[in-house]
RNA sequence: GGCGACGUGGCCGAGUGGCUGAGGCAAGGGCCUGCAAAGCCCUCCACAUGGGUUCGAUUCCCAUCGUCGCCUCCA
C-alpha cells in the first residue's frame, strides 16, 4: 500500500482508506484569472501521476479539484479590462482544462465551482458565528483563529511566532480584526462588485472556505487525501483545516504537498515575482509529454527547475521510449514481467519515488532492447512491463504514426534503392525524409518513420 | 525574529554507515549498419567547508559558508 509523507504529522506514513478499495481525494484547483503557468502545470501532473498509479493498483478514486470563480483577483481584472468577471472565469476554466487535456492530465471525478456553493457557505459561516468562533465587523465576517486548538499544525507555526514575523508585509484588514491572525470568511461587497445575499449583508466569500464546504460535501467527512502545491500549506489549508476543526467535523486524513518550479537561478516561480512563466507557451515550444518526464525524474517534494536544458533531456528521454515503442510494437503480448514490476511498486509505494521508478522503467527499455536484438522470448515480459509502467505513469507512448502516402511512396522507394545497392539514391531519399522532419530508422527488415 | 528545505560527476537528478556509487541528457570509444539512424556494450567515478561520533561517513551529530522557501495574493 502506498505511503506517503504527510504535512500534518511530518511523517511518511500508509495512506489509510476510509473505504476499502476506494480513495477519496481532494486537491485545490485553480482561481480562473489568468493562463496556467508552470507551477500549476506541476501540481496538476503530480496529482495526475498520484491518480494514474492509484488506479493502476487497482483502487477507485474519487478526485474533487475545485474551480475558484469567485475572488478579489478577477474582480480586479474585470474591473481593469472594463469587462464582466464571468467572461474571465468562464474563458480561464476552458484554457486551463484545454491546457490540461494537451498535458495528458485526466479531469478530475469532480470539478465544483465556488459560486455553486455559495449558499453552503453562507449556512457554514453562520453555523460558525453561532458557536462564537466567527465574528462580524463592518467589512464581513471573521474567523477567531485563537479559538481553534492547533491552530498552526499543517505550517509548523506557532500562532505567537506567527504574529511576530512577517517582516513588511500588510496585513490585510486588520483595523477590522480582532486578532491579525484572523481570516475573512465573508467580504461584504462594495458598490458595484459581485455578490450574493447574507444574513451579514450582501458579498462574497472568502477563499477558504469553498474547499471546505465542497471537501466535507462531495467527499464527507474523515476522507482520505487533500493536495495542494507548498504554498497553499499556508495560509490557504491551514485556514480551511481551522474551520473544520472549529465546526468540530473530521477533515482530512492525510495531507499532500508537492514542491516548487524554480527557474534557472533556483527562484520560485510564482506571481508576486513577477517570473511566472506561462504553460502554454512550454507546449508550444516542447512536446507536453517532456514537463511529465521532467517531473517523473525529480521528486514531487523537491524544487524542480524547469529550462531549457532539462526539457531538451527530457524530451530525449521520451524520444528513447517512442523509440522503443516502435520497434517493439510487433512483439506478440504476454504477462508483464511479475519481478520488474514489484520493483516498481515498491518504490512507487515508498512516497511515490518517481525518480527510482523511472530509473526502473530505463532500466527495463535497455533490457528489453538487449532481449530484441538478440531474438530473447523475455523480451515479450519486459515490454509489457514498460507498457504496464507508463500507464502508472500517465505517459502515452507514441509509436510509428500513422504516415501520409507520399510519405509512404518515399519510405518504399528508399527500401527499394536499398534493395538494389543504389545507395547513392537511397541516401538522397532519406535525406529528403529527414529534411522533412521525420526520424528515419532503416533496418534490415525495412524502414520505419516517424515525427 | 520564528519555522523549514537544500548544497552529489560536464549538466539534471536519486540514494546509501562499508559490499566502490540509480536513472536521464551530453561527451569519447566499440559492436551492428552499404553509410547512417535506432539499439546494445564500455569509459568519464562525485557527494559545500571545518570539526566530532565510528573499525569505517557522502550518509549520523555539531558548527560554518552558500542557495532557496513560508510567516495571510500564490500550484
Not at 9 to 37: D, F, I, M, Q
Not at 204 to 211: D, K, M, N, V, Y
Request: with cysteine.
Amino acid at each position: 500500500m502506498l505511503h506517503l509523507y504527510d504535512t500534518a504529522t511530518r511523517t511518511v506514513r500508509e495512506l489509510a482508506l476510509r473505504e476499502p478499495g476506494a480513495v477519496s481525494v481532494y486537491l485545490c484547483g485553480p482561481t480562473v484569472y489568468g493562463p496556467p503557468h508552470l507551477g500549476h502545470g506541476r501540481a496538476t501532473l503530480v496529482y495526475d501521476v498520484l491518480r494514474r498509479y492509484l488506479e493502476w493498483t487497482g483502487l477507485r478514486v474519487r478526485l474533487v479539484s475545485n474551480i475558484t470563480d469567485i475572488d478579489d483577483s478577477i474582480i480586479n481584472r474585470a474591473n481593469a479590462e472594463n469587462r464582466p468577471w464571468q467572461e474571465i472565469t468562464h474563458k480561464c476554466e476552458a484554457v486551463w482544462f484545454e491546457a490540461m487535456g494537451r498535458l495528458g492530465v485526466a479531469r478530475p471525478t469532480d470539478v465544483p465551482h465556488a459560486t455553486d456553493y455559495v449558499a453552503e457557505m453562507v449556512a457554514m459561516i453562520a453555523q460558525l458565528v453561532d458557536i462564537g468562533r466567527g465574528y462580524i465587523t463592518n467589512d464581513g465576517v471573521y474567523l477567531n483563529v485563537a479559538s481553534v486548538e492547533d491552530y498552526g499544525l499543517l505550517s509548523n507555526q506557532r500562532l505567537t511566532d506567527m504574529l511576530e514575523g512577517g517582516g513588511d508585509r500588510d496585513v490585510v484588514g486588520a483595523e477590522n480584526k480582532r486578532n491579525p491572525a484572523d481570516f475573512v470568511l465573508w467580504k461584504l461587497a462594495k458598490p458595484g462588485e459581485p455578490s450574493w445575499p447574507s444574513p451579514w449583508g450582501d458579498g462574497r466569500p472568502g477563499w477558504h472556505s469553498e474547499c471546505v464546504v465542497m471537501s466535507l460535501g462531495l467527499l464527507g467527512e474523515g476522507f482520505d487525501l487533500h493536495c495542494g502545491g507548498m504554498d497553499l500549506k499556508f495560509p490557504h489549508h491551514e485556514n480551511e483545516r481551522a474551520q473544520a476543526v472549529a465546526l468540530g467535523k473530521r477533515f482530512a486524513n492525510h495531507w499532500m504537498h508537492n514542491g516548487f518550479v524554480v527557474d534557472a537561478e533556483g527562484e520560485k516561480m510564482s506571481k508576486s515575482l513577477g517570473n511566472v512563466s506561462n504553460l502554454v507557451d512550454l507546449m508550444e515550444q516542447y512536446d507536453p509529454r517532456s514537463y511529465r518526464m521532467l517531473l517523473l525524474q525529480a521528486h514531487y517534494r523537491g524544487p524542480v527547475s524547469v529550462g531549457r536544458e532539462n526539457l531538451e533531456a527530457a524530451t530525449k528521454a521520451t524520444a528513447g521510449l517512442d523509440s522503443f515503442a516502435s520497434r517493439t510494437a510487433e512483439v506478440a503480448s504476454a504477462d508483464p514481467d511479475p519481478t520488474v514490476l514489484e520493483r516498481f511498486r515498491e518504490r512507487m509505494d515508498d512516497d511515490l519515488d518517481t525518480p527510482a521508478a523511472t530509473a526502473i522503467l530505463f532500466e527495463t527499455v535497455r533490457r528489453a532492447n538487449a532481449a530484441l536484438d538478440s531474438g530473447e522470448p523475455e523480451v515479450a515480459g519486459l515490454a509489457a512491463a514498460v507498457r504496464e509502467m507508463c500507464t502508472a505513469f500517465g505517459l502515452v507512448l507514441v509509436a510509428a504514426d500513422d504516415v501520409p502516402a507520399e510519405v509512404a511512396a518515399s519510405v518504399a522507394a528508399l527500401d527499394a534503392a536499398r534493395a538494389a545497392k543504389d545507395f547513392a539514391l537511397a541516401d538522397s531519399l532519406r535525406a529528403e525524409l529527414q529534411s522533412a522532419g521525420w526520424l528515419v530508422e532503416t533496418t534490415k527488415s525495412g524502414t520505419t518513420v516517424r515525427r
